[in-house]
């Protein structure tokens, strides 16, 4: 029986260093449950550090606050034209919290229908908090790191333009999927200083 292909998509622009540590972490994934393949966005040809299974050219965004949640869009349906799978995002300053993250999230039988979601390290806190842990997204206390769901409904769990446009997302797939709740740490922030700066930004 063939195993389920997870992509995993990453965007990336001007920090070299923190998509190096997201990769490695990738990279590092020691599973036989499923089939990796990292899918890399970039709004920046001339950068020549990032690598991947798939590299999708972005366009440069029109409206600086929704394009984040454009890109994400777009790889989600660049991955599922190269055949249908799971999908989750790892932004490049984030990445694995252990090298068998996929291995824990297929551990249990997972379906089309499933959305699996999972518990983020971030700098100060875990994501969702105690409180929060089963019960259906909250705007903050989940996270657009934490989850992954099949491609087939990609556009149920489109990011929009708006504000929140991830925690709307996750909330749209959550509404229509069986959740699987995981009380496993699965994915963490790197230090929790980017916030989508460059590099050269955030290093001074």
């Known amino acids: ?9 990453t965007r990336t622009s001007r920090r070299p260093a923190a ?3 997201c990769r490695i972490s990738v990279l590092g994934q020691e599973t036989s449950l499923a089939k990796i393949v990292h899918v890399i966005g970039t709004d920046r040809p001339s950068d020549t550090y990032f690598s991947g299974d798939i590299v999708v050219p972005l366009d440069p965004p029109h409206r600086k606050e929704c394009f984040y949640n454009l890109y994400v869009n777009h790889m989600m349906n660049v991955a599922h034209r190269h055949g249908p799978g799971f999908f989750m995002v790892l932004d490049d300053d984030d990445r694995f919290a252990c090298e068998d993250a996929i291995d824990t999230i297929f551990s249990r039988p997972i379906a089309s229908g499933n959305i699996v979601l999972w518990r983020v390290q971030f700098k100060k806190r875990l994501i969702p908090e105690r409180a929060y842990f089963g ?3 909250v705007k903050a206390h989940i996270s657009g790191i934490g989850y992954m769901a099949h491609t087939s409904h990609r556009r149920i769990g489109q990011w929009t333009i ?3 446009g991830d925690f709307m997302g996750i909330r749209g797939l959550y509404e229509h999927l069986d959740p699987i709740w995981l ?12 916030k989508g700066r460059a590099e050269q930004a955030w290093s001074k």
Request: proline share 17%; charged share 20%; aromatic share 6%.
């Open 1 to 9: 029986m063939p195993v389920p292909t997870v992509y995993i998509l």
């Open 19 to 21: 998509f190096n540590s």
């Open 135 to 137: 019960k259906p997204p």
């Open 162 to 164: 708006k504000p929140h």
């Open 183 to 194: 009380k496993s740490v699965l994915t963490k922030t790197q230090d929790g200083r980017h």
